[in-house]
Every structure is written in structure tokens, then in C-alpha cells.
């Protein structure tokens, strides 16, 4: 990719020089850099929001509740590591962050998470069960409310930003139902 990206900004040069629309990139190059300043500015402006209140859910008896709720499927996907209450913890704000469809919020939670599932795995040169189990789920992660979508289409203009929620709750659960299924099985295989 290193060289990829460069030979093809190169060519894209070269192309439009030699057509005669030089004017043209340079254009395009000069309102892209606006879109992706506004852009950017939108996503760190909802990430900020959304870990705010994670932070406060977190703290409060919320996240408490959230836990208690949770715990019966987070015992049935990660039954290795249900006794180790740092990392159920961090599952549990890894998976309500992502159900939010705020992965930037779910990314240290998730990370907190591998860290302690990673202090309980006996093979420190594989991943443990549990490990694999949350790639799994971070991966194809249900997301009731896809704020940073959103955020997107709505930063880009689009008329009706949230028209892409019942697809994208449709391919996220036939995604996350899928994927645990194969692990599982998996799973079970390697442990046989």
C-alpha cells in the first residue's frame, strides 16, 4: 500500500496534466480539504459527546443496570472469563458502546478488555477463547442507534441521514448471529 496510494496520486497527475485538466484537480484538491476539515471536525465533535456519556454512564447506576441485563448473554459468549469481573466490566462498556453504534467510545473499553482477558489466558502467545469471542463481536457488533454513520451523511449533506438504520439493523444481526454461530463451532472444534 505504501507504494500503491503514491504511484497512483502520481498517475492521477500525470493524467490530468497531459489532459489538460490540471485546473481541475487543483480545484478538487482545495474543496476536499474544506469537506474533510468540517468532517473531521463532526466526528470528534460526536465522539466527544458519546464518551462523555459513556464516562457517565459508567459512574453511575447505569452501567450497573446495563451489566445485570447483559450478564446472562455475556456468560453464555465469554463463559472462560464470567468470573473475572475487570473484564466482564469492560465487555459489558465494549458492548453497550457498540450497540450505540459509538465504536470510537467502544475502542478503550475494548482494549481495557483484551488487556485483562489477556492476564487471565494461560497461552500468552494465542488468543484465548474470550479474546477471539470479542474480535468476533467488535467486528460484526449489532448496532441499535449508528450515530457516527449518521453523523457522516448528515456532515455530507444527505437529505435523510438515518434512512439507513433498518438495513443496517438488519445486516449487523444477521452479521452478529452469523458470526457467533461460526465461532462457536469453531471454537468447540479446537477445544475437542
Given at each position: ?8 496520486i ?6 490530468s496534466?497531459?489532459n489538460?485538466?490540471?485546473?481541475d ?20 465533535g ?12 459508567k ?48 475502542t ?16 500468552k502467545e ?9 474480535i468476533?463481536l ?14 457522516i ?20 444481526f ?19
Amino acid at each position: 500500500m505504501n507504494y500503491l496510494w503514491p504511484i497512483l496520486i502520481i498517475m492521477s497527475f500525470l493524467f490530468s496534466l497531459f489532459n489538460g485538466k490540471i485546473l481541475d484537480v487543483n480545484n478538487g484538491i482545495f474543496s476536499s480539504v474544506s469537506d474533510v476539515v468540517k468532517l473531521s471536525l463532526t466526528l470528534v465533535g460526536n465522539m466527544c459527546l458519546w464518551c462523555g456519556i459513556m464516562k457517565i454512564i459508567k459512574e453511575t447506576k447505569i452501567m450497573k443496570l446495563l451489566m445485570t441485563l447483559l450478564k446472562p448473554i455475556l456468560n453464555w459468549l465469554y463463559p472462560d472469563s464470567k468470573n473475572n469481573k475487570k473484564a466482564m466490566e469492560a465487555i459489558s462498556i465494549n458492548t453497550v458502546s457498540n450497540i450505540l453504534g459509538i465504536g470510537n467510545a467502544a475502542t478503550p473499553a475494548g482494549l481495557n478488555a483484551m488487556e485483562e482477558l489477556q492476564k487471565e489466558n494461560p497461552n500468552k502467545e494465542q488468543l484465548s477463547n474470550s479474546m477471539i469471542m470479542l474480535i468476533v463481536l467488535n467486528t460484526t457488533s449489532i448496532q441499535l442507534i449508528p450515530t457516527t454513520i449518521i453523523a457522516i451523511r448528515s456532515s455530507l449533506g444527505s437529505p435523510n441521514p438515518s434512512n439507513i438504520i433498518i438495513p443496517l439493523w438488519i445486516s449487523t444481526f444477521v452479521g452478529t448471529i452469523v458470526g457467533v454461530i461460526t465461532t462457536k463451532i469453531l471454537l468447540r472444534r479446537k477445544s475437542i
